[in-house]
């Protein structure tokens, strides 16, 4: 058999990859892969690191990695990994078939308004990034009516056949642009992409970031052009969370792609109004900001269009309209059809330079076309209005069958008293007018578009000066669209879909007894409590759901229509606050949460208002008000005084506990789980004691392990043997949410005790069921353990891979509770491997950190702050420094009687010392 040397070497080689490259994506130090191709050393102690090599080095086939396992002395590939590292091996011919016809999907992309002109430059740094191997991302960012869909349209006319063959382009546009201000979702793009290249659904992950993961895996290895327009939906404004994306799948997948080695040939285009924020220390990247048009620019804009004058006159119409390509192209089209193609011309809609923006000045032309246009000089004006108010009441592009459905059934077109022919000539003058688009789906199916601005104004028009009708029309598309699904519960995306937009179209009717009726029966599958149904669901799930309560509210999460009942509101609300809790959404949390909290005390209904309590403590803990998180459990502990409920006693109680806990306050934290558990004795007889028990003991062990440490191990052993095999006993219970935590508290007594192996599978175990509940705010805490240990074990690698994980998920989510504890474990691992400059890089590191936990006031870091101090002393040779943190530390511990710190203490005293 071939060495491993030599086998790493021809890779490498033909992965055109460099040792200290290697040694970077594996977090290796370099010398470490040197001593692997001179042959000094082979990596058989860690398996995992061989197959942390593999997507790098650009393997095409699994014997090729089982020959580089066999040659470090470990076993081939099984079957899990060999699909998880080669998910493409049984089908590439599928996939990357030799016609080029077969690999230019770009139906899913909307038809640009406007003519490319210009961009040149724009134009340049498109190509250059495509023929970079190093450049993966590219993000193209401009206004509403710049000119992005034009640019990429344009770009790829500009192609040659040549080019095409080497690329498989798939596009897909996310933007959808209504009246109300919805969301979408990343799932119908991923169930495109995996059916259009024939992955097999049993393959696909249910779990949203795993789905991401595996995709990523997938076009890592494609020479691939994705274009995804109008990212905006699926982002946050500028003001909450700095615009990062709201959708963990599409995350995992940016994030995912970006740390492997990829195709060369292959570029990722995302088009947004915004930045996106998740690229910002991805080196791949690049960034083209799409400005106004050049006076030039704008004036060949209009030449094309077919538009004669002056060149200062031209000039002077690209001024007066700030270069807005969307402006100058409908005001192209205008003079065009009505005014003899001159320039002149202009002047009779009157004076732009008042206005500021795109969308205003397609308003000023719209209300020309409306008032002076249509009104004056054509018969037919009145339908153009009404064909393009219909288009206003979707927030997609429309199929050509369902715009003659609404035709027939709406009571607004039937006052026009105007035949099928009519409307298909209108329609075609809106083609020429430029103001409406068609296409032909993939399915053969017509569908007419126009751009958002346009159909956002549209649809507010109508429903401003003709709500009665709009109301009709609405509840007739939900009509419609309800009844695409015959079953009484979605049984596909499609299907749920379907029900969706009758939710939707069904609120902007005012029809929201019909919505809720939708919404709780068939979208829910019949589930009316939301808190206990549906609780502990995939965070993609309540993703989808926030996308179909989003239609109930008015703004912003804070307004209900009058027109739901108070009980309904209630239900909207703690339903929209857990769902915005568990997809890490804090701040609109608290928006929804706050509010519902006190309406829940001053109806006296504490159970519920112990929850909410929960969520506001929560919620300000994870965002770093530690002194407010404490008075929300506070007043959830009261409110579970007050209320007969088991389950809201215990969750009023382990709120408190852990929130003192989190304080630093571990003896008191102690006193308020002890005294519970002894109130709980007269409750034995009821059915949820058992759960709400292992509940309280879960979060109890916690606290114990550190306030007793390895003084009252075989207590918490046994205590947490006993939660486990309670888990067991109720696979099917919802309680089961809190079995990652069993696990790792599991894991860390088993570590104290020197099982090692055991303590792992305990870990992984708690990884799996964390995977399996995909719940945001538990994850961290159990991937903070799992760094711990890793660290410990001195599995370093898996350390290092559990950090970038955690960061990607804290961070996303502005979850400063969390991202403190795992910069914590980024320093202290800093410390244990030593790479080159660390000491500048655990410097400025642990400055950050100090700052955040005392802008937090987080009370149980106080102590392991210290600590670092002195182990970052002790690194910089100065021990006497070190012994007086050490001392303080140990001051600390004693007045707070955090025990469970000592062995840390003696650790940090015996070995940096």
């Avoid at 134009?123 to 250059?128: A, E, S, V, Y």
Wanted: with cysteine; proline share 3%.
């Amino acid at each position: 058999m071939t060495s491993f040397a030599t086998q790493l070497k021809y890779y490498m080689e033909r992965a055109n990859i460099g040792p200290e490259q290697l040694a970077k994506k594996i977090y290796k130090d370099r010398t470490t892969v040197y001593r692997w191709l001179i042959g000094q050393t082979v990596p058989r102690k860690n398996r995992q690191i061989v197959l942390d090599c593999i997507p790098f080095l650009r393997m095409r086939y699994a014997n090729e990695a089982d020959q580089l396992l066999q040659a470090a002395g470990h076993d081939i590939l099984n079957a899990e990994e060999k699909q998880a590292l080669f998910p493409l091996a049984n089908n590439c011919q599928t996939i990357l078939p030799n016609n080029k016809n077969h690999h230019y999907f770009i139906e899913h992309l909307p038809k640009p308004a406007q003519i490319l002109v210009g961009r040149e430059e724009q134009l340049q740094k498109l190509n250059q990034a495509l023929q970079n191997p190093e450049v993966h991302f590219v993000s193209l960012i401009g206004e509403g009516g710049e000119g992005k869909s034009a640019l990429m349209f344009g770009w790829l006319q500009r192609f040659s056949p040549e080019q095409l063959e080497k690329y498989h382009v798939v596009g897909w546009s996310f933007y959808s642009q209504g009246s109300h201000d919805t969301q979408t979702t990343s799932q119908r793009f991923f169930d495109y992409i995996f059916d259009l290249f024939e992955i097999p659904k049993t393959q696909i992950p249910s779990n949203n970031e795993a789905k991401g993961q595996f995709l990523a895996k997938i076009l890592s290895q494609l020479p691939i052009l994705l274009i995804l327009d109008g990212l905006e939906p699926l982002q946050y404004p500028p003001d909450i969370q700095q615009g990062t994306l709201k959708d963990n799948a599409l995350t995992a997948f940016i994030r995912s792609l970006s740390r492997m080695e990829c195709h060369p040939a292959q570029l990722i285009l995302i088009n947004s109004r915004q930045l996106v924020i998740e690229f910002e220390n991805i080196s791949q990247h690049e960034q083209i900001n799409l400005q106004h048009l050049t006076p030039n620019d704008g004036a060949m804009l209009l030449k094309q269009i077919g538009i004669h004058g002056e060149t200062e006159e031209l000039l002077d119409a690209v001024n007066e309209y700030q270069g807005y390509a969307l402006s100058l192209t409908m005001l192209g089209y205008l003079i065009k059809n009505y005014y003899d193609s001159n320039i002149k011309q202009r002047k009779m809609i009157g004076n732009f330079l008042d206005k500021c923006n795109a969308v205003s000045h397609v308003e000023r032309i719209i209300e020309f076309y409306q008032k002076f246009v249509w009104c004056e000089y054509e018969r037919d004006g009145s339908l153009k209005t009404a064909f393009l108010c219909l288009i206003g009441l979707f927030d997609r592009p429309v199929k050509e069958s369902e715009i003659y459905f609404l035709i027939r059934k709406s009571h607004y077109v039937k006052e026009l008293k105007s035949t099928e022919n009519d409307w298909k000539k209108v329609r075609k003058k809106l083609l020429a007018l430029n103001l409406i688009s068609e296409k032909i789906s993939i399915h053969k199916i017509i569908e007419i578009d126009c751009h958002p601005i346009i159909r956002a104004w549209f649809g507010e028009s109508f429903k401003k000066q003709e709500y009665k009708l709009y109301q009709q029309a609405s509840q007739v598309l939900a009509d419609y669209f309800s009844g695409l699904v015959a079953h009484k519960k979605p049984k596909n995306s499609q299907e749920l879909e379907y029900l969706n937009r009758a939710i939707h179209h069904a609120c902007n009717a005012d029809n929201y007894r019909y919505a809720l009726d939708l919404l709780q029966k068939r979208v829910l599958n019949g589930k009316g409590d939301y808190l206990f149904d549906n609780l502990y669901r995939d965070i993609g799930t309540h993703i989808d759901d926030l996308t179909v309560f989003a239609d109930f509210f008015q703004y912003d999460w804070q307004y209900l229509p009058e027109q739901i009942d108070m009980a309904q509101q209630r239900w909207l609300n703690q339903a929209v606050s857990y769902a915005l809790q568990f997809s890490g959404r804090l701040k609109e949390t608290l928006r929804v949460t706050i509010p519902e909290l006190r309406e829940r005390i001053k109806t006296k209904d504490h159970f519920m208002a112990v929850f909410m309590a929960r969520n506001a403590s929560v919620s300000t803990a994870c965002l770093g008000n530690m002194c407010l998180s404490k008075k929300y459990a506070k007043l959830a502990y009261e409110q579970a005084c007050k209320t007969s409920h088991l389950t809201g006693k215990v969750v009023g109680m382990t709120t408190l506990g852990y929130a003192t806990y989190l304080n630093g306050n571990i003896e008191e934290a102690i006193n308020i789980f002890e005294e519970f558990f002894l109130s709980l004795e007269k409750y034995k007889s009821e059915p949820a004691y058992i759960d709400c028990y292992m509940i309280a003991d879960v979060w109890y062990c916690r606290i114990f392990e550190r306030f007793h440490g390895n003084e009252k191990l075989e207590i918490l052993s046994k205590r947490v043997q006993n939660a486990i095999k309670e888990l067991k006993k109720q696979e099917n219970n919802r309680f089961l949410f809190n079995a990652p935590i069993v696990h790792a508290n599991y894991g860390k007594i088993l570590f104290s005790q020197n099982y090692k192996h055991d303590a792992k599978l305990e870990y992984e175990e708690a990884i799996e069921k964390i995977n399996k509940a995909n719940n945001l705010l538990m994850t961290p805490i159990v991937l903070r353990d799992c760094i711990e240990f890793y660290r410990r074990t001195k599995e370093y690698d898996a350390a290092a891979d559990t950090i970038y994980e955690a960061y990607g998920i804290t961070k996303r989510s502005q979850l400063k509770l969390f991202i403190s504890d795992i910069k914590l474990q980024e320093v202290n691992l800093l410390l244990d491997t030593r790479p080159d400059d660390y000491l500048n890089k655990v410097e400025i590191l642990y400055r950050k950190l100090s700052n955040l936990i005392f802008e937090m006031d987080y009370g149980l870091r106080f102590i392991e702050l210290e600590l670092l101090a002195a182990r970052k002393a002790y690194h910089l040779e100065q021990p006497t420094q070190a012994q007086k943190h050490l001392e303080n530390a140990q001051y600390m511990i004693e007045h707070s009687h955090q025990y469970g710190l000592y062995p840390q203490l003696k650790t940090i005293q015996q070995t940096e010392s």
